[in-house]
């Protein structure tokens, strides 16, 4: 079995900036003309970073940074690998016609289970160099390079669903969003607030930081799918990015009968200037440690005064709020793939997780990149722990052979999705009960989520 380089405690000094490009695609790229380059972005003034910047603006259809947003996302950037693809024989020779920026951090994989993951995050091509293979070879590039420095998993959020399957992602925590008619909704869930159990209390942004981020800490790793985030996502969530200030942000903070801060909620409003009683309130983010700071905190959202609708996402395919709602038609909730993950290093990975029953698989992966394929035997002991070794592709008595891509074992990985389900739908091959075996054990604690995008 192999050995990651990276463990959870290398991460405080794992230098993501070093991790060097990939030879294969610089080469890849190269027979194209084209260049495969690192963006400093602590490098002093900050050039090549603004026309890096602007590369990514361009690929996701947005409109030009300002200085102070660039030098504000320079800043947050400083740390993480910033990695460009040039066209010297272009009118912009320097700026990048393809962007992509990863680190290394924390994803929960089970309740209080942690890995050294991957987040790739910023990939863009421009309209005008498609199908040259470069997408290819800067993801391609991403995993190798993740891989040769012992990371076992990567991840990332996507804009384009139909992409990132063809690289051995996988989707392994679904999203929703839902849109509510607090009126009609009415509620018959908990009220710890009028029982006395807790309190409420509007506070300021600087407030609504630190809380995101001591609440996050003591979250985040007993929600499987959750990515640890960098310093940005509470800065961006309490809307304090100095380059780009929300005076609209509101915050709401619950705390228990002891006065410990459980939950807390940050909104925006929409006045509805015809029918001021029909205003909007978009949730940002919701973040509860307990029942009651949840229950609270939506039943302040769908209470709230003049408040005809609340929008919110990134919410969990399992929401307890369809069930404190007394008229579930009020509701309008779309599902979609949000988080999606690949498996880098099989072994690994697997060992990393718990599983909720004992036994032994026989699992027959096959990689299209060549990067995490092989067949491995994986027993699983009376206490949930996992041990994967190599295996011949035959099963001994117990065992029962699954046969999947990386993908689908990607996104089997956290158990979002059954192996039921991927057999049903001809992306596994395997025997009822050995799928039926596989699901009890790779059962989640919880439905997985990721809770914001990056």
């Known amino acids: 079995m192999s050995t990651p380089i990276v463990s959870t405690s290398d991460l405080a000094t794992f230098d993501s900036a070093a991790v060097p490009l990939d030879e294969t695609s610089r080469a890849a790229l190269a027979e194209r003309g084209l260049g495969y380059v690192t963006v400093d972005p602590s490098e002093e003034g900050g050039e090549s970073f603004a026309r890096w910047s602007e590369a990514v603006n361009r690929g996701f259809l947005g409109e030009r940074s300002t200085p102070e947003q660039i030098e504000s996302w320079r800043t947050r950037a ?16 320097e700026q990048p016609v393809a962007t992509v920026q990863s680190w290394a951090a924390e994803l929960t994989v089970d309740d209080g289970r942690t890995i050294p993951s991957w987040g790739i995050s ?40 139909t992409i990132y399957g063809r690289y051995g992602f996988g989707p392994a925590a679904g999203a929703t969003r839902w849109r509510i008619d607090a009126r009609r909704a009415g509620w018959v869930g908990p009220q710890p607030v009028r029982d ?29 799918g959750e990515f640890e985030p960098e310093e940005a996502f509470f800065v961006g969530f309490s809307g304090l990015n100095p380059a780009k200030p929300d005076l609209n942000l509101r915050g709401v903070r619950y705390t228990d009968a002891a006065g410990v801060t459980r939950g807390v909620i940050t909104y925006r409003m929409s006045e509805n200037m015809e029918d001021y009683r ?59 793939d949000h988080h999606w993950l690949r498996i880098l290093d ?62 689908e074992l990607s996104s089997l990985y956290l158990g979002g999705v059954s192996s039921r389900t991927l057999l049903a739908a001809g992306r596994i091959e395997t025997d009822d009960a050995t799928a039926a075996r596989f699901d009890a054990a790779f059962a989640a604690v919880r439905p997985p989520l990721l809770s914001y995008w990056y």
Do not use: C, K
């Open 78 to 93: 400083v740390g993480s690998r910033v990695v460009g693809v040039t066209d010297p024989a272009g009118a912009l020779p």
């Open 122 to 161: 910023a990939v863009t091509v421009s309209s005008t160099h498609r199908r040259r293979g470069i997408a290819r070879a800067l993801l391609g590039g991403e995993l190798r390079a993740a891989r040769d420095a012992g990371l076992p998993i990567a991840g990332l959020t996507v804009s384009e669903a």
């Open 196 to 224: 006395g159990r807790g309190r409420l209390d509007p506070v300021e942004r600087e407030a609504v930081q630190s809380d995101l981020r001591e609440l996050f800490g003591r979250i985040r790793v007993t929600r499987p």
């Open 278 to 336: 029909s205003s909007t309130m978009d949730v940002d983010l919701l973040l509860a440690e307990t029942t009651d700071a949840y229950a609270a905190l939506w039943h302040y959202a769908l209470t709230h005064d003049l408040v005809g609708t609340v929008n919110a996402g990134e919410l969990s395919t399992d929401e307890p709020l369809r069930w404190m709602v007394e008229d579930q038609r009020a509701l309008r909730v779309t599902e979609s």
């Open 346 to 407: 099989v072994p690994n990975a697997l060992a990393a997780r718990g599983y909720r029953t004992s036994g032994a698989f026989v699992l027959d992966v096959v990689d299209p990149l060549g990067i995490a394929g092989g067949t491995f035997r994986l027993e699983i002991d009376d206490d949930g722990n996992g041990v994967v070794t190599p295996a011949d592709a035959a099963a001994t008595p117990g065992e029962g052979v699954v046969r999947l891509g990386i993908s």
